[in-house]
């Protein structure tokens, strides 16, 4: 059982907005940056979102992200086929362990 | 910023697993970011194995750190896992990876390309 609860998976069809959710606790998510991670079939994670809501230099700004109290949310405007991945969010828990939640597999129908 | 892992892609149960980060296109000292080491078993999640500094202080998860040993070898660039008496439960798609910002907490920006490692007999 992962720290933080994703939604096993999501789906949307092509230029929808989807959302996936990240539900934790106060000693993770609740006092600590959230960080969003895309996986694509076969690789690597990659970083999509860190400090709760900032993009890395070169993540198309269809990626959004908001934290309120003890979840956090991931949106994707604009769904597009190349978007079909796993997502990942996490964070540091104040037990001293990194965290992750346990992956939503987006299906762009 | 380049991360590779090498190490054996089979390890017998109860052996130890030893695997290395060989980081290109940067020093591991010139900062003081964090390097780590994540595991995805296959068809399932991530898992944070631990992190350790250009100085060798090394966290772990609270779940594996009785096995598990990390360390850095500034002058190769490398920094080094071992897992031992591993069991089946070890076998995942290992990935090393650094930190973002000069503390343990950060997020992972750079991510070698991952090295599946067996535990079987």
């Known amino acids: 059982q992962s720290a933080l609860i994703q939604p096993p998976s999501a789906s949307g069809t092509p230029g929808q907005r989807v959302t996936i959710s990240c539900s934790g606790s106060s000693s993770n998510i609740g006092s600590n940056f959230v960080y969003w991670y895309q996986q694509l079939p076969g690789m690597a994670p990659k970083l999509l979102i860190h400090t709760n809501t900032l993009r890395p230099s070169g993540v198309p700004d269809r990626f959004s992200a908001s934290k309120s109290a003890t979840s956090a949310s991931l949106a994707i405007s604009g769904l597009r086929s190349e978007d079909e991945a796993d997502y990942y969010c996490?964070?540091?828990?104040?037990?001293?362990?990194?965290?992750f939640g346990g992956g939503t597999k987006l299906t762009v129908l | 910023l380049q991360l590779q892992e090498s190490g054996p892609g089979l390890v017998k149960p109860s052996e130890t697993m030893s695997l290395t980060c060989t980081v290109s296109?940067?020093?591991?000292?010139?900062?003081?970011?964090?390097w780590g080491w994540v595991r995805q078993p296959p068809g399932k999640g991530l898992e944070w194995i631990g992190s350790?500094?250009?100085?060798?202080?090394?966290y772990l998860s609270p779940s594996l750190k009785s096995r598990v040993t990390m360390s850095v070898d500034t002058s190769k660039n490398q920094f080094s896992l071992k897992v031992s008496s591993a069991t089946a439960a070890d076998t995942a798609v290992y990935y090393c990876a650094r930190a973002g910002k000069e503390e343990l907490r950060s997020e992972f920006d750079y991510w070698g390309q991952g090295t599946l490692v067996t535990v079987s007999s």
């Open positions: 296109g940067g020093s591991i000292s010139s900062s003081s970011k964090y």
């Open positions: 350790v500094s250009y100085s060798g202080s090394a």
């Open positions: 996490a964070t540091w828990d104040d037990s001293l362990s990194k965290v």
